[in-house]
């Protein structure tokens, strides 16, 4: 029974309903696959600029849709959070990387870098540096292979109990960079108060580097970084001439599709073999 107008109510209520429906039905699909352990965990590589050596990786969560492919993470990771579940997901997420840790330590490729995203509502789980000491502890990790990503957004969000926690995982040896840097809001104020080692500039300013021109935001957050004592790294780096570019500005590492796409542990393995010398 329809009118001559839309009455603003009428219109919207439906869709948001319909939004509403669609997203409670991803969490639960969510949470049963995650239960049912069908979540995976890849890894993309990270190089020394100077010694093109791989130093590193980034452990990216991969959902496996039923034709074939996966549901991005950009699509499921705020679900994650809205719902609550990125906390036991996150957690996960740091277990599985140092159970990595430990098998590459053992395997031959000892000493690599694992970095793991850090969502808010993990840091609000009380249990949070406890339960990532205990992973580390568990799997025999040097707590100095564990790197935690996080945004400018999680730090502004709540500073003081973000500060807290990294400050002690921080004393425990585990490293901590800040992702998608210089895409936040007013960062610079914690920038001296967090217990940073690595600042990742965002991709977005890697994408302005073009051949023969200058890239001013990417050179002032590598300056920036250098004068802040942090190491830096440019992430979705695609070209030899973006890698060219950051490394002269003094930017250390580098991770990007030029290298590596995020790839399965067993990949992951096949790659170091024929990448280290
Ligand atoms: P991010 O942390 O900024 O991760 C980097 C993203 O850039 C990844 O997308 C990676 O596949 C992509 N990428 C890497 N190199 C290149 C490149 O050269 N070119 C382009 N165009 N893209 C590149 P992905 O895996 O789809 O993840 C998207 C976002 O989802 C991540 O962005 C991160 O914010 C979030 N995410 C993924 N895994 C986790 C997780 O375990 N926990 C949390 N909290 N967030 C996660
Ligand atoms: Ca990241
Ligand atoms: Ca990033
Ligand atoms: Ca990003």
Redesign the pocket.
């Known amino acids: 029974a329809k009118k001559h107008h839309h009455d603003n109510f009428e219109y919207y209520a439906p869709e948001i309903e319909e939004r509403t429906t669609w997203q409670l039905n991803m969490i639960r699909r969510l949470r049963n696959d995650f239960a049912d352990r069908k979540l995976q965990?890849?890894f993309?590589p990270q190089i020394d600029l100077t010694s093109e050596q791989v130093v590193g990786v980034?452990?990216?969560?991969?959902w496996p849709d039923e034709e074939g492919g996966f549901i991005?993470?950009?699509v499921f990771?705020p679900l994650?959070?809205y719902s609550g579940l990125?906390v036991d997901?996150?957690q996960w997420?740091v277990e599985e990387s140092c159970r990595r840790i430990q098998s590459l330590n053992q395997g031959g490729y000892p000493g690599l870098r694992v970095a793991?995203?850090?969502?808010m509502p993990?840091f609000r789980d009380r249990y949070f540096v406890q339960k990532i000491k205990q992973a580390l502890t568990r799997f025999e990790c040097p707590p100095a292979q564990l790197e935690l990503?996080i945004?400018e957004s999680v730090v502004m969000d709540e500073p003081q109990i973000v500060i807290d926690a990294l400050t002690s995982l921080k004393q425990f040896g585990v490293a901590i960079a800040i992702?998608?840097f210089g895409t936040g809001f007013s960062s610079m104020s914690y920038l001296q108060r967090l217990p940073l080692d690595r600042l990742?500039v965002?991709?977005s300013f890697v994408?302005d580097i073009q051949p023969g021109k200058s890239a001013v935001i990417a050179e002032t957050i590598v300056s920036l970084g250098i004068k802040l004592g942090l190491c830096t790294i440019a992430?979705?780096?695609?070209r030899p001439d973006q890698a060219e570019y950051m490394k002269q500005l003094g930017c250390m590492e580098a991770?990007?599709?030029?290298y590596a796409?995020?790839m399965p542990f067993d990949e992951l393995t096949a790659y170091l073999e024929s990448h280290t010398g």
């Open positions: 965990l890849w993309q980034e452990s990216l969560l991969r991005p993470p950009t990771i994650a959070e990125i997901i996150g997420v793991v995203n850090i969502s993990q990503e945004t992702d998608d990742k965002d991709r994408n992430e979705g780096v695609e991770q990007g599709y030029l796409k995020p």
